[in-house]
């Protein structure tokens, strides 16, 4: 994947600023795009860059990709949730 096809944004939700990466494909999108939110204590690349790879892999064959720091967690602010807990 061509890290120029990759973009940071800050989504604002509520009072919170959310720090995420969009991977978008090369070429003509797929239909069907992917959100990745990850439900544990990490933050939007993952363990041993999982999320990174993933949707690196996902935007090479087509599909959108949004990645991001939930709130409390990596670069997003607000106080830190647990999975449970996410609602906006």
């Known amino acids: 994947m ?5 973009k940071a944004l ?3 939700c ?3 600023r959310l720090v995420g990466i969009l991977h978008a494909p090369a070429s003509d ?8 939110i990850v439900g544990g204590p990490q ?13 690196r ?3 090479a064959a087509g599909h959108p990709v949004l990645r991001f720091d939930v709130r409390g967690m990596g670069d997003s ?5 647990y999975f449970e807990e996410f609602d906006d």
């Open 77 to 81: 602010s607000g106080p830190r949730q």
């Open 14 to 16: 509520g009072v919170d």
């Open 10 to 12: 800050v989504l604002d």
């Open 29 to 36: 999108p797929r239909p069907l795009g992917v959100l990745v």
């Open 2 to 6: 061509n890290p120029a096809n990759e």
């Open 43 to 55: 933050y939007r690349i993952g363990s041993h860059r999982q999320f990174v790879h993933l949707a």
């Open 57 to 59: 892999t996902l935007a």
